[in-house]
């Protein structure tokens, strides 16, 4: 019997299909063997109402996994936890520091883990695992942990900061992503890359003994990105021989549509009700 492993998209900047909902955020539903992940959660307004009309138990969920501590990847984790069964959440203990982005007029404005999420984490835990390097979350799924930034040309993508006034930038070390092997090579699932989407991918190469990389799902985070690094990012692509890519959420239209231009019959769709399936080892 082929053993399969599905990834649904709950949360994305948009969405198709009866009934479904968008809203500026991503979360992922990934299961395999029985298991069920959910990664990241979204700002929360639409993840429980769109799992419900996906068919997607988020109450059975045997692990939760957060990308970074933005609050459009953990505005649902609130509602999430206080409705499930105890299960673990996989973050970098620098998810929960104070997040600030910069407004174009030099002001700052809070965005980390809401009041709500970090309120539930407490309650939770110990049941939250931290992971500053790579962790095996249930059977063949990893996550990276911090990733190393070793790209001349990748940065965070933003102006992101540790205080009010801006003053301190937040390196977003809390960056992560998660990564499971399939027949024909690593299925790669990002939050919003602020590590640089290369730099992810070379290091979970480097982790994974240099087995090749099927496809890459997730935001990007080039929405602001130079001509220069997109045409990198492009180049670096193309050697690393990805065959499947899916860019969403905080890619920007710009960056995606370079690369579905650069890479005809390769990219696909990846918005609210969007599913993938892929064959295991």
């Known amino acids: 019997m082929s053993r399969t492993a599905r990834i649904t998209v709950l949360v994305e900047n948009t ?13 992922y539903w990934i299961e395999w063997d029985g298991q069920r992940v959910l990664v990241d959660t979204g700002q929360g307004g639409v993840l429980v109402g769109n799992a419900y009309k996906l068919g997607v138990p988020l109450r059975q969920s045997d692990a939760i996994v957060l990308s970074h501590g933005h609050y459009d990847h953990t505005g649902g984790l609130a509602e999430v936890l206080r409705s499930r069964r105890p299960a673990d959440v996989y973050l970098h203990p620098a998810a929960l520091d104070a997040k600030y982005a910069r407004n174009k007029d030099g002001t700052g404005r809070e965005i980390g883990i809401p009041f709500p999420g970090r309120q539930a984490l407490r309650q939770h835990g110990h049941r939250v695992v931290e992971t ?17 930034r070793t790209t001349d040309f990748e940065d965070t993508g933003g102006p992101f900061f540790l205080d009010a006034a801006c003053t301190k930038p937040d390196p977003l070390a809390d960056d992560q992503s998660v ?6 090579g690593l299925v790669v699932v990002l939050g919003c890359a602020h590590s640089g989407v290369i730099n992810t991918l070379r290091y979970i190469a480097d982790l994974s003994g240099g087995k090749p990389i099927l496809a890459v799902i997730g935001g990007m985070h080039l929405v602001g990105a130079s001509p220069e690094r997109v045409a990198r990012t492009i180049e670096a692509f193309r050697t690393l021989g990805v065959r499947v890519l899916a860019p969403c959420h905080c890619t920007g239209m710009a960056a995606t549509v370079a690369l579905w231009s650069a890479f005809p019959g390769r990219c696909v769709a990846c918005h609210v009700g969007a599913r993938f399936e892929f064959g295991l080892k």
């Open 179 to 184: 990564f499971f092997e399939t027949d024909e």
């Open 15 to 27: 969405a198709q299909g009866a009934g479904m909902l968008a809203e500026h955020g991503l979360a």
């Open 132 to 148: 500053e390097s790579p962790t095996a979350v249930l059977d063949g799924l990893t996550v990276t942990g911090h990733v190393p």
